[in-house]
């Protein structure tokens, strides 16, 4: 019930993100006001019924008809568990004034382990005008502005705007037979048209009473018309029984209802006819409301068993793909240089085969646990609709700062500068030595948190595909991927053989210990620069002139006394004066977004840009790229950058746009969501009139050149 919930949510606040991103999509829409707007997915029309033409007190109706692609549908006023509803915007000259919109009766259109309330095919949504007197002139023009969501497997905001001239004489019956079969098939009101309902344990009980005598028998399907108050899909799985003429249903109220209506307004159709009959019923709500926390059982729709689960075979592929795509983590420089050193703790004789065994097991521990928990924290807070991926962490500048100082830290003690009057004999690593499990256990744990980051290839649509998979699925490829991470250390600790591949102690160990060091501070260069593009190029001078003092601070714990007191107290007060100093600039930085490092040839991505691009039938690259992502870093010196994939963009005018995730962005976040990847890099090259082709991880020349010319011209 928890997980039902959960997801229905993050999906609800997606779907709701995405109607934010209505304003941001006029590339769906015409920039000249036309009668048709036509999209990939969806043809609008403006339409206009006068038979008596457009005179005071005479009918005159307008409506947007829409015709979907196959596949594609849009929603109604309740839209369900998801969705939104179009929204129709009338512009009338003075003298006509629009009334409410008239809905098509609805359809359920299951999605998972939901339910909406949509259209398909073609449909028309109007409205009745009233026509006042005093209109002069022989034509008037009425504009519309329209919203429409259009889903398939993703969610596209669209929006047009529409203009129609109506002659005030002539009769507008070019489109009756459509206006007429909308107003046809409205729902009957029944007798009496408001009715008592009470709850019971399971919900709201249904007793309708003054339905035709022909219904009796049939199921009907129940729709509520307010959005969020009763469980969508009531009747999918049986509508109901009648007992002495009185049709009833227990329908369970909506796992997110915030509302308490003392009324209800309520659709019962029949839909084993074409078209479909539909009569309404106000509902006289009895008694108090179940608290919403209490009042969401399931709801009584049973689905098709076409659920979210991977496919025995697909689930195999993804688990291969995390696996690999663990291994080839251990080689990305923010893990290789903690790999080394839990290597080289391998190489100490004084280690027992079955010391060595503990220490590969824990270290494996280490990772698996790690991983489950960062997996179980990024499904629960994109569950509860943030937007977030795989590597959130590093978009958190605390955090880059926190793992900078870390680094910095392990860099002084492989120097062997954590020593402090022969305590810390050996430095940090020695004190380790005393506990070398739980040295492994957190060496697995640091191994977690500076790779998660990295999307290494054949990782990318593994971790995307966990994401939207049934949780114990998905739970198995973040196990599968922490399994290759942890695979070469476990294999060298547990493996026997190993031991001869492994070097002879001696004094070797000294100057490679203290050469480690550098790939360390290597790491922290890294972070400062991620650091920067969050917090800005003051934070980060602070945090370095921090890191230089802290530096300074475990030096002085080697300085004996009186001397080392005073040292030691000159560098934390001026630790503590940097800190107060950086108070501003932190504040500042907080509301910092991070600055794509977009050059000349490059533009920052935005929904409206790649729309924009569409209807002007240009080819778009688009670079779901961070700071943190040293595969993205790596692609970008390696391929885009290079002279020939630069000469292809510019033969074919591709616009080349870059989605800058370094830093959480909730639409760059959905973006990824309707790609099925939850972390970058990611790259997508998409063409007018074609499904988006998303690349490999990992990029090449010949690979890019190779699918800009697959494309069309």
Not at 76 to 90: C, F, I, V, Y
Not at 464 to 493: C, D, E, K, R, Y
Not at 653 to 660: E, G, R, S, T
Request: charged fraction near 10%.
């Amino acid at each position: 019930m928890v997980l039902m919930r959960s997801f229905l949510l993050f999906l609800k606040k997606s779907c709701c993100l995405t109607g934010l991103l209505l304003v941001q999509s006029m590339a769906q829409s015409q920039t000249v006001a036309q009668a048709v707007v036509q999209t990939a997915q969806v043809r609008a029309e403006l339409q206009a019924y006068a038979p008596q033409g457009v005179r005071a007190g005479q009918p005159l109706w307008l409506g947007l008809q829409l015709q979907h692609q196959p596949g594609w549908h849009t929603y109604w006023l309740n839209p369900g568990d998801s969705g939104l509803a179009t929204q129709l915007q009338w512009q009338l000259p003075p003298g006509l004034t629009a009334g409410n919109t008239v809905w098509p009766t609805p359809r359920m259109i299951p999605v998972g382990n939901m339910v909406n309330h949509g259209y398909e095919g073609r449909v028309l949504l109007a409205a009745p005008v009233k026509v006042g007197g005093g209109l002069t002139g022989r034509e008037i023009e009425v504009r519309l502005q329209a919203d429409w969501l259009v889903c398939k497997e993703e969610c596209i905001p669209q929006s047009g705007q529409f203009v129609l001239k109506l002659p005030l004489a002539a009769s507008l019956a070019e489109h009756s037979a459509a206006f007429e079969q909308l107003l046809s098939t409205q729902p009957v009101r029944i007798s009496p048209a408001k009715q008592p309902v009470s709850f019971d344990a399971d919900g709201l009980l249904l007793r309708v009473q003054g339905l035709p005598t022909e219904l009796q028998g049939k199921s009907l399907k129940a729709y509520a018309q307010a959005p969020e108050v009763l469980a969508s899909g009531l009747g999918m799985a049986g509508g109901g029984e009648w007992q002495r003429g009185e049709w009833r249903m227990r329908a369970a109220l909506h796992n997110m209802r915030s509302t308490e209506p003392p009324e209800l307004d309520l659709l019962l159709v029949d839909d084993s006819s074409t078209p479909a009959r539909s009569w309404q019923v106000t509902l006289q709500i009895q008694g108090e409301w179940p608290k919403p926390q209490t009042a969401a059982p399931q709801p009584t729709v049973t689905t098709p068993p076409n659920t979210a689960a991977a496919s025995w075979p697909g689930l195999i592929s993804a688990l291969v793909g995390a696996l690999i795509g663990g291994l080839l983590l251990n080689l990305m420089p923010c893990v290789l240089p903690v790999l080394a050193i839990k290597v080289l703790s391998l190489t100490r004789s004084t280690l027992t085969p079955l010391q060595r065994k503990g220490i590969g097991s824990a270290y494996a521990l280490g990772v698996l646990s790690s991983m489950l928990a960062l997996a179980f924290l990024v499904m629960g807070l994109r569950a509860a609709g943030a937007q977030l991926g795989w590597g959130f962490q590093l978009q958190s500048p605390g955090l880059v700062a926190g793992l900078a100082l870390l680094f910095t830290l392990i860099a002084l003690n492989l120097w062997g500068l954590l020593e402090w009057r022969g305590q810390w004999v050996g430095g940090l690593a020695a004190q380790m030595v005393r506990h070398p499990v739980v040295d492994a256990f957190l060496s697995g744990v640091l191994a977690v948190v500076v790779a998660a980051p990295c999307t290494a290839p054949f990782m990318g649509a593994s971790v995307g595909v966990a994401f939207t998979l049934p949780a114990w699925q998905g739970l198995l490829i973040f196990l599968s991927l922490g399994t290759g991470l942890a695979l070469p250390f476990t294999l060298s600790a547990w493996i026997p053989a190993t031991a001869a591949w492994l070097p002879k102690p001696g004094a070797w160990m000294q100057v490679l210990r203290q050469t480690l060091a550098f790939p360390m501070l290597l790491t922290v260069v890294w972070l400062l620069w991620v650091f920067s593009k969050q917090a800005g190029e003051e934070a980060a001078a602070l945090l370095l002139a921090a890191l230089v003092l802290v530096g300074g601070l475990v030096w002085s714990l080697g300085v004996s006394k009186p001397a080392g007191q005073w040292v030691r107290a000159m560098f934390i007060a001026c630790l503590c004066g940097l800190l107060w100093l950086a108070q501003p600039v932190l504040r500042s930085a907080s509301g910092l977004q991070a600055k794509a490092s977009v050059s000349a040839d490059w533009q920052a991505w935005s929904p409206e840009r790649v729309n924009q691009a569409m209807q002007e039938k240009q080819v778009v690259f688009i670079d779901f790229t961070a700071a943190w992502c040293v595969t993205c870093q790596v692609n970008k010196q390696t391929t885009l950058r290079n002279p020939r994939v630069l000469k292809a963009f510019a033969d074919r005018h591709v616009l080349l746009l870059q989605a800058d995730w370094t830093r959480q962005d909730p639409v760059i976040s959905q973006a990824l969501n309707q790609l099925g990847r939850s972390g970058v890099p990611v790259y997508v090259l998409q063409a007018p009139g074609q499904p988006a082709q998303v690349l490999s991880e990992l990029l090449s020349p010949d690979l890019v050149i190779q699918a800009l010319e697959d494309i069309p011209r």
